[in-house]
């Protein structure tokens, strides 16, 4: 990610913010970027790295039924989808899914455009495995606490959520985006949400220049 990218992206959810509108900023930027991905801060053309440590050590799971919340261009929706997973993708941007058919025409992932707040019916308790991924910290703290409820509300009974993001401590301030998150926001899907911590790890990232990130691993309680 180049520091121009870095600065547009900013600039652009700052603008977006000063007229209260905390999203708008997504489907803007995919639109700009024309379909070139370097223009796209978080395209790495390649699935996360640390969600392929977290698939490496095995996540208990058979694989089933998925969504990648904020799917963005699709490399962790394809990974999931190669590993046997019946995918989900979605993401808040219309042009963000279009781009994901145009990159997979082929592809057995279900991508749909879809803001978390606003999900249909159909997708409550739906998934064995949800993973979120630089997504919460994408939005500042307000927003990102709406959202706790329906990423939890995912989860069928037994159901994983694995979530990765950028780390701050208790007492930090952060510009943004992105907001990195301190561990007691992650600590409310288990406090008021009701899922089970099963894994709590800060990791160091391999961007450069790298940053701390938690991945962390939660069960919802059920069969």
Known sequence: MSDESRRSSRELAQEYMSRGDSQGWFEELYRLAQGEMEHVPWADRRPSPLMLQVLAAGLDRPAGECAVVGCGLGDDAEELARRGYKVTGFDLSETAISWCHERWPDSPVRYLQADLLHLPPEMSEAFDLVVEINTLQAVPDALRMRMLAPLAGLLR???????????????????????????????????????????????????????????????????
């Open 157 to 223: 009974p037994g159901g994983l959520l694995l979530v990765v993001c950028r780390m701050r401590e208790e007492d930090e301030r952060v510009e943004g985006p992105p907001w990195a998150l301190c561990r007691s926001e992650l600590d409310l899907l288990s406090a008021d949400h009701c899922l089970e911590n099963i894994r709590f790890e800060l990791l160091i990232d391999g961007e450069d220049p790298p940053s701390r990130r938690y991945v962390a691993l939660f069960r919802r309680p059920g069969a």
